[in-house]
Nanobody, 124 residues
Framework: QVHLIDSGGGTVQAGDSLRLSCVDSGRTLGNYQMGWFRQAPGREREFVAAVSWSGGSTYYADSVKGRFAIARGGGKNTEYLQMNSLKPEDTAVYYC?????????????????WGQGTQVTVSS
């Protein structure tokens, strides 16, 4: 059974970088396609990025394309979100999840087994 634990958030200044991690304590993550969402106060949860089970395919929200990179760990049990050139508007709680819908989806209803979230705060 999938049990996701996400970590790596923190408080940084605009232009800095952070790397978020997502680990499946059930060690079944390699069977799933994965993604990251984020939710800022007063806003809906929004799609950020997704990676295939092999790590060979990815897709991103336009707002993070070119700045963020999603990847799988060597053992496929971990995924990472490398966030560069952070902006204050990137401030949110970030959640990892598995894709339960079709590859290419950005709909929150097509993701499940959510991690507990990790706070990212970017100051100007």
């Amino acid at each position: 059974q999938v049990h996701l634990i996400d970590s790596g958030g923190g408080t940084v200044q605009a232009g800095d970088s952070l790397r978020l991690s997502c680990v499946d304590s059930g060690r079944t993550l390699g069977n799933y396609q994965m993604g990251w969402f984020r939710q800022a106060p007063g806003r809906e949860r929004e799609f950020v990025a997704a990676v295939s089970w092999s790590g060979g395919s990815t897709y991103y929200a336009d707002s993070v394309k070119g700045r963020f990179a999603i990847a799988r760990g060597g053992g496929k049990n971990t995924e990472y979100l490398q966030m560069n050139s952070l902006k204050p508007e990137d401030t949110a709680v970030y959640y990892c999840a598995v894709i339960t819908g079709t590859w290419g989806t950005t709909n929150v209803a097509d993701f499940g087994s959510w991690g507990q979230g990790t706070q990212v705060t970017v100051s100007s």
